[in-house]
């Protein structure tokens, strides 16, 4: 089944998608066809644009192999058939990646997928196409986000770095925690040879990024020995004031030196940071770490998740003085 969904269920997204439209705009890049600018400085977390997709679709389309080639998917054919004109014209005005595809709308759907998961009712994985969002380019440090938003059946692209006014937003296709040899394979399905800033790194200098990359894949590993220590600490007025620190703020230095805030899990190490500084009364520190939170979270989720109290006031946590209370 492909869904439909009539601009009247959604007035208010309409409203933002209007006001959203002066917040960027797509024009060529130099080197990677079309791509999506920003017209003003975007802080982190905020929002760069909301749109609701051109048709969407389960990721493992029908194949009819009694069918000619070029006409093996005929219920994506029908889905396009029933658009509006206008819509479907921008539908085949995206990039086709895959020209060896006998299937020219096949070829396009390969090329411009965006990830949605499951939808109510089915147990398939479900994707989509946008006439804007997906002219988002790649890249393996990726400056914004998008998710999918089921209540307005809506895309959302958050910044996950300020950007500034003028400058090109860039996503992830794949998972950016792979080594880089592994990061161009992945991406040789869309036709084109990453060249970011860190897919053009050479000699030693790749090798560091790829063996900060291995441990950030992996930093989760260890979470519930992490909580667990900041625990013991919390109430062992014996032990530095920074030693639980030291580990978590060597990850949060990966994530910077890779411009890379995985989203499986740098919120559990900006969380025992905060939670550290809270513990021996540290405001500007603990602040600093719950406003990154906050802008993250909304850029992920469209949802600060309760980080905008604590870095209101982190003095009101439960765990604030913490270290202080346990040697009294």
């Not at 007035?11 to 002066?22: G, I, M, N, V, W």
């Not at 930093?219 to 580990?247: C, F, K």
């Not at 003095?315 to 270290?323: I, S």
Request: glycine share 6%; net charge negative.
């Amino acid at each position: 089944m492909l869904y439909h969904r009539d601009k009247q269920e959604f007035p208010s997204l309409h409203r933002s998608h209007a006001a959203d439209s002066t917040r960027y705009r797509v024009a060529d890049t130099v080197s990677a066809g079309k791509g999506v600018f920003v017209t003003a400085d975007v802080e982190r977390g905020g929002r760069v644009m909301c749109e609701r997709p051109l048709v969407v679709y389960p990721q493992f389309l029908p194949f009819h192999r009694d069918l000619p080639p070029e006409r093996a998917y005929p219920e994506l054919e029908d889905a396009l058939a029933r658009l509006p004109p206008d819509r479907c014209e921008a539908f085949f005005r995206l990039a086709n990646s895959h020209p060896q595809e006998p299937s020219r709308e096949k070829g396009i759907v390969d090329t411009n997928a965006l990830h949605i998961g499951l939808l109510p009712g089915s147990t398939q994985q479900y994707a989509a196409l946008c006439n804007d969002i997906s002219r988002i380019n790649h890249s393996c440090s990726p400056n914004a986000a998008y998710r999918f938003d089921l209540a307005t059946f809506s895309f959302e692209v958050r910044a996950l770095f300020p950007i500034p006014a003028g400058c090109q937003v860039f996503i992830s296709y794949i998972d950016p925690a792979l080594p880089r040899v592994s990061r161009q394979q992945a991406l040789s399905d869309y036709g084109f040879t990453c060249a970011c800033a860190y897919c053009s790194l050479t000699g030693p200098t790749l090798e560091q990024s790829d063996t900060r990359r291995a441990l950030i894949a992996r930093a989760d590993a260890g979470h519930t020995t992490r909580d667990a220590a900041l625990e013991r600490w919390a109430d062992d007025p014996d032990m530095s004031d920074d030693y639980v620190n030291r580990v978590d703020k060597m990850y949060m230095d990966l994530f910077e030196a890779e411009q890379l805030y995985y989203e499986p899990v740098w919120e559990g190490f900006a969380t025992r940071l905060c939670k550290a500084c809270c513990a021996v009364e540290d405001a500007e520190g603990a602040r600093r770490w719950a406003g990154l939170a906050r802008a993250l979270s909304c850029a992920y989720t469209g949802d600060e998740r309760g980080w905008a109290a604590v870095e209101a006031a982190p003095e009101r946590t439960e765990g604030w003085g913490r270290r202080r209370k346990a040697g009294e």
